[in-house]
């Protein structure tokens, strides 16, 4: 497949003619990069919420409608379910967030919560959510 003569390195015709089916898949590999980029961006952005209903119609109508406003793209589905279904639903990876009642002191340590307003519900997500970034 090479032939070495002294310092020189040639490829011989069957060097080649792997060369030239292995090209494609070359280029191919240098694109990749590009084209999960474009399938991540092209990707439906979701965002499931589990609430009881009083919360989603009452307390949360405001910021829903604002965030229907600051993220259109954003495909959000909420879920009428009472605090430990709701809970529940978060714990098994079903939704992202969680409104829930004050129902323990202490929470799993993958979980982390938010206060909403002085309501006595919580917010609740796990610890890495970017919601938590803002």
Known sequence: MVI???QK???SEHGQQLAQLVAPVVIGFD???DQFEQVRQSAP????VASPSDVLIGELTAPLVEYR???PEVELKLI???SNPARAMLEADEV???VVGLLQPCLPKHLAFDLVEEFPFMLVCHKNHPILAS
Do not use: F, N, W
């Not at 952005?45 to 499931?48: D, G, V």
């Open 80 to 82: 009428d379910q009472p």
């Open 9 to 11: 390195v040639t490829l």
């Open 31 to 33: 694109a990749i990069p």
């Open 45 to 48: 952005k979701r965002l499931a």
């Open 96 to 98: 992202d967030l969680a």
């Open 69 to 71: 406003a600051s993220y």
């Open 4 to 6: 070495v003569e002294g």
